[in-house]
């Protein structure tokens, strides 16, 4: 059956330093790529976007993604991370000729001062 | 320019009720999908809308319907309300239904069942 999968629940990083948030999928082909951030009380705010190209996507608030197409794999990335970056992140899919967007479980962001 | 509108933003209704959910698109988004959000099943999607037709349609009862009006504004509808109805609402909208273009959200409705 088609998948996403984010194998973490809950991340806990300090202040300053990086993340990186796991996503994986299980499609038969190549699906179009997201990643989404959901602050508490609110809806979703597109993050970055794969659809075909160079497999590093920069997306906004420094946030960036690289897409493995060996390892189904399109895992985000942040270099240092701010207090503010504190939400739940989701990766989804959509396939070429479906509409739809298939969304992983989410991953909780803590960030430690 | 103004993003995906939800309205009410909050409803609390009793079982056996029904409910009307609103959401007016980005001005120029002619595509509307609703999906529900709930702690134990995540998010899921509803159905889509494009030009007042549903394209496709996810594994809800028919308890569950939407349209879309020809301004591309979009309302969903719950019949008979359960206590498992509780949740997040989102609304997205994009620009046409090609599956590259990206959906934006709006921040929802939180319907709660008593």
């Known amino acids: 059956a088609q998948s996403v999968t984010q194998p973490d629940i809950h991340i806990t990083v300090s202040e300053g330093a990086s993340l990186e948030l796991r996503c994986n999928y299980s499609?038969?082909?190549?699906?179009?790529l997201f990643w989404y951030v959901q602050s508490p009380g609110q809806g979703l705010q597109l993050l970055l976007k794969?659809?075909?190209?160079?497999?590093l996507v920069q997306g906004i608030k420094g946030f960036e993604a690289e897409f493995k197409r060996s390892q189904s794999s399109f895992n985000l990335r942040k270099p240092s991370v701010h207090w503010s970056d504190a939400a739940e992140y989701f990766c989804a899919v959509s396939l070429e000729y479906g509409n739809k967007l298939v969304f992983g479980a989410g991953t909780i962001l803590r960030v430690k001062s | 320019k103004a993003g995906v509108t939800q309205t009410p933003r909050y409803l609390i209704k009793t079982r056996g009720q029904q409910v009307t959910l609103s959401c007016s698109p980005i001005?120029?988004?002619?595509?509307v999908s609703w999906y529900q959000q709930t702690p134990g099943q995540g998010l899921q999607f509803l159905f889509e809308?494009?030009?007042?037709?549903?394209?496709n349609k996810g594994n809800f009862p028919g308890r569950f319907s939407g349209r879309q009006f020809s301004n591309s504004r979009s309302e969903m509808n719950v019949s008979t309300l359960e206590l498992g109805d509780s949740a997040l609402y989102l609304c997205?909208?994009?620009?046409?239904?090609?599956?590259?273009?990206?959906?934006?959200f709006g921040d929802g409705t939180r319907l709660s069942i008593l």
């Open positions: 809308y494009f030009s007042e037709t549903q394209r």
């Open positions: 794969y659809f075909s190209g160079d497999t």
């Open positions: 997205a909208s994009r620009n046409g239904p090609s599956s590259n273009q990206p959906q934006h």
């Open positions: 499609y038969g082909a190549t699906p179009y």
């Open positions: 001005s120029g988004h002619r595509s």
